[in-house]
């Protein structure tokens, strides 16, 4: 049996979960993997388009 790779909603909703379950136990580091973890899923790469740990942008 061939193992399909997760879609983008699933990971969406992965991320959604681990955001609301460090919100709700106070980790604030699950809270933002969820956070990456969901807005990661909806671009074309799989990654935010900002560095990991950049800041607000400054425009």
Same mark, same amino acid.
């Given at each position: 049996?061939?193992?399909? /790779? ?8 992965? &991320? +959604?979960?681990?955001? !609301?379950?460090?919100?709700?136990? @106070?980790?604030?580091?699950?809270? /933002? ?8 899923? &909806? +671009?074309?790469?799989? !990654?935010?388009?900002?560095?990991? @740990? ?6």
């Amino acid at each position: 049996m061939t193992e399909r /790779a997760p879609t983008t909603s699933t990971e969406q909703v992965k &991320g +959604s979960v681990k955001e !609301a379950i460090g919100k709700l136990t @106070g980790d604030v580091r699950v809270e /933002a993997e969820g956070r990456r973890q969901k807005d990661g899923a &909806g +671009s074309p790469q799989g !990654a935010s388009a900002r560095p990991q @740990g950049a800041g607000p942008r400054k425009d």
